[in-house]
């Protein structure tokens, strides 16, 4: 590494916690990555996806009220993300100052797409869910004709002194209006935990990753709604938050395969994507942990299906972690015919269907089922795909030959190879990011979930900084291969689980309204 690194760089390495090793392996990342994921085609309805029958249904609520009771349940939010990409269009008339209202109807009426947004913001600006405070800050004469004061409008809306939600982590933009007035998603978290994650004794531990300079607006807004949600829902929160660790960046390389230095000569590290979340999901010790994306959230009058699948996921995961500590179990007595069962219900629950073991000495069986059976468990509930933007349940042929589910993204795929592209669009769901996971072993312990990592799987892009192009490496993504050989489960849930919000738009989505009486 002596050719790669100065005294000086690993000096700087020190402070941020980072092993020179492990910055040399970003560089071989980068300049030669590792081969991509090889589907061998889409989990579907039967074939990976499995579809809850509804007389199955009161058995495994049972089983979700249980571990309910027992205080087995918490929630996880990755929540760091930035509200900018909500606004980029808005963000675009803004820089665009000499564009009257005309000039973007015009554009809207030749079918420029961000025009159009910026035409249907103003022409349904009071349905949005922060109307009211951006009548307050602009005041009833630049409010009442929008079109007028577009400019005044748009800053307003977007910066400080106003509203500045272009600024604000994704958690910390009002998304749905309810009696009390204006909700964000972090709030529709801490209610929706508090209606699956509570314990018989009130406890209700959720756990938000965030942004550092975000922590205290976060900590703030709980304050201000705490007592108010809490005697509303007859809850005591635990609520507790992290930032990604700067241990987990990723070094930087320039397009001459040499590590990526700014101006000053410093080595450039970057966040290692949502990947590097592992270690915060990990260092909370949780038992039963519900996951879910920070934007995916509805009102309370159309939480009754988010609710119920929540549940009925969480049953499905603890009906397997039961009958999968049995087994575990059966086989510490070094049974053969232990084994034998156990390998029936490795194949026919997740499809490993390696013949690895066929061959095995007796003793030898049973060590390696019970490795294979021995894993952190997921059950990743999937909607049916409607064209959004993502990863997907696949099976995928992995280096040593095993085929596995994997959620897998395109930019894990080589779209170049037809067959590979084929597979991918005949994939048939689509990932939502509403995972429930098992992190303890039969003997409660919790799983090093450092273990189970696929290191191979990292996301490998182009970007710039100071105007200079660089490559960037992103570690596995936290439900991709961070979790590549955890043992998993899709279900299929129903679509009215899954409201994303990507754009300020879509907060108009009948989704994101009050249901109609």
Same mark, same amino acid.
């Given at each position: 590494?002596?050719?790669?690194?100065?005294?000086?760089?690993?000096?700087?390495?020190?402070?941020? %916690?980072?092993?020179?090793?492990?910055?040399?392996?970003?560089?071989?990342?980068?300049?030669?990555?590792?081969?991509?994921?090889?589907?061998?085609?889409?989990?579907?309805?039967?074939? %990976? #996806?499995?579809?809850?029958?509804?007389?199955?249904?009161?058995?495994?609520?049972?089983?979700?009220?249980?571990?309910?009771?027992?205080?087995?349940?918490?929630?996880?939010?990755?929540?760091?993300?930035?509200?900018?990409?909500?606004?980029?269009?808005?963000?675009?008339?803004?820089?665009?100052?000499?564009?009257?209202?005309?000039?973007?109807?015009?554009?809207?009426?030749?079918?420029?797409?961000?025009?159009? /947004?910026?035409?249907?913001?103003?022409?349904?600006?009071?349905?949005?869910?922060?109307?009211?405070?951006?009548?307050?800050?602009?005041?009833?004469?630049?409010?009442?004709?929008?079109?007028?004061? +577009?400019?005044?409008?748009?800053?307003?809306? +977007?910066?400080?002194?106003?509203?500045?939600?272009?600024?604000?982590?994704?958690?910390?933009?009002?998304?749905?209006?309810?009696?009390?007035?204006?909700?964000? !998603?972090?709030? $529709?978290?801490?209610?929706?935990?508090?209606?699956?994650?509570?314990?018989?004794?009130?406890?209700?531990?959720?756990?938000? @990753?965030?942004?550092?300079?975000?922590?205290?607006?976060?900590?703030?807004?709980?304050?201000?709604?705490?007592?108010?949600?809490?005697?509303?829902?007859?809850?005591?929160?635990?609520?507790?938050?992290?930032?990604?660790?700067?241990?987990?960046?990723?070094?930087?390389?320039?397009?001459?395969?040499?590590?990526?230095?700014?101006? /000053?000569?410093?080595?450039?590290?970057?966040?290692?994507?949502?990947?590097?979340?592992?270690? *915060? &999901?990990?260092? +909370?010790?949780?038992?039963?942990?519900?996951?879910?994306?920070?934007? *995916?959230?509805?009102?309370?009058?159309?939480?009754?299906?988010?609710?119920?699948?929540?549940?009925?996921?969480?049953?499905?995961?603890?009906?397997?972690?039961?009958?999968?500590?049995?087994?575990?179990?059966?086989?510490?007595?070094?049974?053969?015919?232990?084994?034998?069962?156990?390998?029936?219900?490795?194949?026919?629950?997740?499809?490993?269907?390696?013949?690895?073991?066929?061959?095995?000495?007796?003793?030898?069986?049973?060590?390696?089922?019970?490795?294979? &059976?021995?894993? !952190?468990?997921?059950?990743?509930?999937?909607?049916? *795909?409607?064209?959004?933007?993502? %990863?997907?349940?696949?099976?995928?042929?992995?280096?040593?030959?095993?085929?596995?589910?994997?959620?897998?993204?395109?930019?894990?795929?080589?779209?170049?190879?037809?067959?590979?592209? =084929?597979?991918?669009?005949?994939? @048939?769901?689509?990932?939502?990011?509403?995972?429930?996971?098992?992190?303890?072993? =039969?003997?409660?312990? !919790?799983?090093?979930?450092?273990?189970?990592?696929?290191?191979? =799987?990292?996301?490998?892009?182009?970007?710039?900084?100071?105007?200079?192009?660089?490559?960037?490496?992103?570690?596995?993504?936290?439900? *991709?291969?961070?979790?590549?050989?955890?043992?998993?489960?899709? #279900? $299929?849930?129903?679509?009215?689980?899954?409201?994303?919000?990507?754009?300020?738009?879509?907060?108009?989505?009948? /989704?994101?309204?009050? =249901?109609?009486?």
């Amino acid at each position: 590494m002596s050719d790669l690194f100065t005294a000086a760089d690993l000096a700087s390495m020190a402070r941020l %916690g980072i092993d020179p090793a492990e910055a040399a392996r970003h560089v071989a990342f980068l300049t030669h990555p590792p081969a991509a994921a090889r589907l061998e085609r889409p989990c579907t309805r039967g074939d %990976g #996806v499995e579809r809850m029958a509804e007389e199955h249904h009161r058995d495994l609520l049972g089983l979700f009220e249980e571990a309910e009771k027992a205080g087995r349940l918490s929630k996880f939010v990755p929540a760091s993300g930035a509200a900018s990409r909500m606004f980029q269009s808005l963000r675009k008339a803004l820089d665009d100052s000499g564009a009257t209202w005309f000039d973007w109807n015009d554009r809207a009426s030749k079918g420029d797409h961000a025009a159009s /947004e910026v035409v249907r913001f103003v022409e349904e600006l009071e349905s949005l869910p922060f109307a009211a405070e951006l009548r307050e800050a602009v005041g009833e004469e630049v409010f009442g004709d929008p079109r007028g004061h +577009l400019s005044e409008l748009l800053a307003a809306t +977007l910066l400080l002194p106003g509203l500045g939600l272009a600024g604000r982590p994704k958690g910390l933009v009002p998304f749905h209006l309810e009696e009390e007035g204006s909700r964000t !998603p972090f709030e $529709e978290h801490l209610v929706e935990a508090g209606l699956t994650v509570r314990a018989e004794s009130g406890r209700t531990p959720v756990h938000f @990753t965030v942004a550092e300079e975000a922590r205290g607006d976060f900590e703030a807004l709980l304050e201000r709604h705490r007592s108010l949600l809490e005697k509303r829902l007859h809850a005591r929160f635990e609520v507790t938050f992290s930032v990604q660790e700067r241990s987990s960046d990723t070094l930087a390389v320039g397009l001459d395969g040499r590590p990526f230095r700014t101006v /000053e000569g410093d080595l450039l590290f970057r966040p290692g994507g949502h990947g590097a979340l592992l270690g *915060n &999901l990990a260092a +909370l010790g949780g038992d039963i942990v519900f996951v879910k994306n920070i934007d *995916n959230v509805v009102p309370d009058a159309r939480k009754g299906p988010t609710l119920l699948w929540k549940r009925i996921l969480a049953g499905r995961l603890l009906e397997v972690e039961r009958r999968v500590h049995h087994l575990v179990s059966l086989l510490s007595g070094g049974d053969p015919a232990a084994a034998d069962e156990a390998l029936s219900y490795l194949r026919e629950t997740f499809g490993d269907a390696t013949a690895e073991s066929d061959d095995l000495p007796p003793d030898e069986r049973v060590v390696w089922v019970r490795a294979r &059976l021995e894993r !952190p468990l997921r059950v990743c509930g999937v909607v049916r *795909n409607q064209g959004e933007p993502g %990863g997907g349940p696949f099976w995928v042929r992995g280096r040593d030959g095993r085929l596995s589910r994997q959620i897998v993204e395109s930019a894990e795929v080589d779209l170049a190879d037809p067959a590979q592209k =084929a597979l991918w669009a005949a994939g @048939t769901h689509f990932n939502p990011v509403d995972l429930v996971l098992s992190l303890r072993d =039969a003997s409660g312990r !919790p799983w090093d979930l450092s273990r189970f990592v696929d290191e191979e =799987a990292v996301f490998v892009s182009k970007k710039s900084h100071g105007g200079v192009a660089l490559l960037a490496l992103e570690r596995p993504g936290l439900w *991709n291969g961070a979790m590549a050989f955890w043992n998993t489960l899709f #279900v $299929e849930v129903p679509i009215e689980t899954f409201a994303p919000v990507k754009s300020v738009l879509d907060l108009l989505r009948p /989704e994101h309204r009050p =249901a109609p009486e």
